[in-house]
């Protein structure tokens, strides 16, 4: 019967790990061909090519690279508890956390919601940023624990994935005072005014475009952007109206800069996506934090 070499395997589960060979080479005080030779046998060894190296550089894992690091997560934290079963000294005090935020959540959410990332006891979060499309991948993947997403979570238990809503914010249509004092009737008034919308691939876009809908608005298009600090920098200065969430607002309307010219729907919603396996009940306490500190505000 064949027999793994255990050491390909942690050489492997390093390089999946760290995402390049010369950041496994530096945690595991080795040489980078050294690492290059082990993996090149346990892929002879599986008959499967386990990264794909693209032109611009780097390591992708490949379907069998998927595979494999999902055997050898869950191979490496049981190995781990049970050395932390006879040696609790040698155990590692944290727990990674591999947390995946969408970028355009991060501007839309202030930061200070996400505080208790960095508050779970014996947790050390490992934070990346991204797109949907890809932090999706990673997570069914298993390269991720638990996903930050604006995006709306596909049918409940697609592709193995959990999702519950952690926050719905107001979108609010904002403006300079001047244009304040000018909207006698709102939403009305705005209908020859100038917007800032958001990109046909932005989550936020159909809520507002039902809303215009509703109340037979039909304003003329100043540019559109997913970046909802750029649609508040637009209206500051005069260049038309936006509608942004009124958290990305909060601060501008407290200094005077712009005013909220009315609310428009409940829009930008925030998910936490998760695998139903082990992983689950951790995520789930995390979103629980996020949930309150979104509760307290």
Known sequence: MRQFN?????????????????????????????ISAQIKELESFLG???????????????????????????MFRVSGQLL????PELSTPNKVLEVGMVSAASRVFAAHFFLPLFRMGGILPRIHSGNHDE?????????????????????????????????????????TPSLGKAVKIFPADLGLVPCIGYVASSPTRLDVAQWFHENNLHPPVAAETDDVNMMLEAARAGLCFAVVPRSVASRSVEDGSVVELGTVARGAELSGLYRADETASLANDLIASLIEEFRKA
């Open 48 to 74: 499967r090519r386990l990264f794909n190296r693209p032109p611009g550089g780097g390591l992708v894992l490949t379907d069998a690279g998927r595979r494999v690091l999902e055997h050898t997560t869950t």
């Open 135 to 175: 932090l999706y991948a990673a997570l069914v993947a298993h390269e991720l624990d638990l996903l930050l997403s604006d995006v709306r979570p596909r049918d409940g238990g697609a592709d193995g994935i959990e999702a519950r809503i952690i926050h719905r914010v107001d979108l609010v249509a904002i403006g």
């Open 84 to 87: 932390a079963s006879f040696h």
């Open 6 to 34: 255990f050491n390909h395997l942690h050489y492997f589960h390093c390089v999946a790990s760290e995402g390049s060979l010369a950041q496994a080479a530096r945690r595991l005080y080795i040489s980078q061909s050294t």
